[in-house]
């Protein structure tokens, strides 16, 4: 068996090692608001639950050829659906904040969205990988792409969870023109999802609330634009350098969520610009590699995978992070590898184990 690509294994360390170091230092925030009763908790949580069984699943998943991944695309969809389903049902599905995104399973809570985002991308890269040349044909790839999305939009916007289903969107927008797809298409589909936000934003207030948020982060600093204003706070604080490692001060008594959504208001305080900066060309690299995988693997299907992964990851950790600058509307997209949050790390790290697996098949 060839080895891996270890390019993008040093990227993806180097990715786990920030997120360590990063995410227990914004945990230090816990010792001020619980009395750091909770501190070793969700520190060991992390490590336990998310780092330790992702850098196994990494290890595993690498091993397994695409071939494996595209002769069980359709199962693997019809599983993530039906588990992703799990979380409307009663004494299972758990609610916090008004939303139901959580299973309980022997203990631990789960976020089934995480492995519908596999399952996702398996399956289109495996019916793009099918239809070949069609995929320009509006009834072989754009309709697809569109039935797709309305079935995972269906589970994902009742949840409700806008959030991750736009990084469904952009994956399966950039997976449909990487696979041949025509831009006019992809155009059209674009403009009518600006359609659907718009409609959605009358129909669900916190929609809109976001949206008046981004436009004046000031308008109401103690209620609706509080987090965002604490965001931006930390981060000009940080200055060129930041703080230093620990030193934040808006992530004990001000941010909401600072080992969560804000963990990148807790990097530019502590970090400063260089800090982020750095953190945005890990991310970069990360891109950067795994679509330079993508584009020496000898199959299709392969590669369209990796481009939908490395898609997946990228955009909803860009999403966050500019979300905490004020680029995009607020959004509650963790950021990966970073945040808390063992669901996300672990299949973090199990999809970069599946483009680990894709390298050891490329073109040399």
């Known amino acids: 068996m060839k080895k891996v690509d270890k390019w993008f294994l040093i990227i993806v360390g180097l990715l786990v090692a920030a997120g360590l170091l990063i995410f227990l230092s914004a945990a230090m925030g816990l010792l001020v608001r619980e009395n750091g009763a909770s501190f070793g908790s969700v520190v060991l949580k992390q ?8 850098l196994l699943l990494l290890w595993g998943v690498s091993k397994v050829p695409p071939v494996f991944w595209r002769r069980n695309a359709f199962y693997i969809f019809i599983i993530s659906l039906a588990v992703a389903a799990l979380v409307f049902v009663p004494g299972l599905g758990i609610e916090h904040g008004g939303a139901r995104r959580w299973i309980l399973i022997f203990g631990q809570s789960f976020q089934p969205a995480e492995l519908l985002k596999i399952g996702f991308v398996i399956y289109f890269a495996a019916w793009l990988s099918g239809v070949k040349t069609r995929a320009a ?23 409700p969870d806008t959030d991750t289903f736009m990084v469904f969107f952009v994956t399966g927008l950039v997976m449909y023109l990487a696979g041949g797809g025509k831009w006019r298409y992809a155009a059209l589909l674009f403009f009518v ?3 659907c936000v718009i409609a959605l934003a009358f129909a669900r207030p916190y929609i809109m609330e976001r949206f008046q948020t981004f436009f004046n982060p000031n308008a109401d600093p103690r209620g609706a634009s509080y987090q965002i204003h604490q965001s931006l706070i930390a981060i000009g604080s940080g200055g060129l350098t930041g703080r230093g490692f620990g030193q934040s001060i808006r992530k004990f008594n001000y941010l909401p ?3 969560g959504d804000s963990i990148f208001a807790v990097v530019g305080e502590e970090f400063g610009f260089v800090g982020a900066v750095f953190l945005i060309f890990l ?16 199959d299709t299907f392969a590669s369209l995978m990796t481009v939908g992964i490395v898609t997946t990851i990228v955009s909803q950790s860009f999403i966050n992070m500019a979300a905490m600058t004020n680029i995009l509307p607020l959004s509650g997209t963790p950021l990966l590898f970073i945040s808390q949050g063992g669901t996300a790390l672990l299949f973090a790290l199990a999809e970069a184990g599946m483009i680990l697996g894709v390298s050891r098949h490329i073109r040399k």
Do not use: Y
């Not at 490590?47 to 992702?54: A, D, E, S, Y």
């Open 137 to 159: 044909e509006f009834k072989s790839g754009l309709l697809p792409l569109i039935i797709l999305l309305a079935v995972v939009g269906a589970l994902i916007i009742a949840q």
């Open 257 to 259: 969520e600072p080992m």
């Open 193 to 195: 999802a600006i359609l």
């Open 283 to 298: 991310f970069t690299a990360f891109a950067w590699r795994g679509l330079w995988i993508a584009n020496r693997s000898a």
């Open 47 to 54: 490590i336990l639950v998310g780092l330790l069984p992702g």
